[in-house]
């Protein structure tokens, strides 16, 4: 069993952790509702590590906002288009 102080350290990690995702979650709320600048370096760069619904919802409001001008990083992104799956010929995996 952990003691007192190594919980407290562990509460510690966790509770940075935890701001961490609210700053960028944030972060990337706002820039997706109200951000000025569509090529925000910040916003762009946090994009590409986002869960795919979440990166979906913003691009689609980055979109409804700027249009044309857009960030490249809301086109679809090639690495979440997976390949299909071997096995049966339609690709579904299922033999």
């Known amino acids: 069993m952990a003691t007192a102080g190594q919980m407290r350290a562990i509460s510690g990690i966790l509770q940075i952790i935890g701001l961490l995702v609210v700053l960028v979650a944030g972060y990337w709320i706002w820039y997706a509702n109200w951000g000025p600048n569509p090529n925000d370096r910040?916003?762009?760069?946090?994009?590409?590590?986002?869960?795919?619904?979440f990166r979906d919802w913003g691009c689609g409001k980055l979109n409804?906002?700027?249009g044309a001008?857009?960030?490249?990083?809301?086109?679809?992104?090639?690495?979440?288009?997976?390949?299909?799956?071997p096995g049966a010929p339609d690709g579904s995996g299922r033999l």
């Open 64 to 66: 409804q906002r700027f």
């Open 69 to 85: 001008e857009s960030p490249t990083v809301c086109s679809p992104v090639a690495a979440d288009a997976a390949p299909p799956a």
């Open 42 to 53: 910040i916003g762009t760069s946090i994009a590409p590590m986002l869960p795919a619904p």
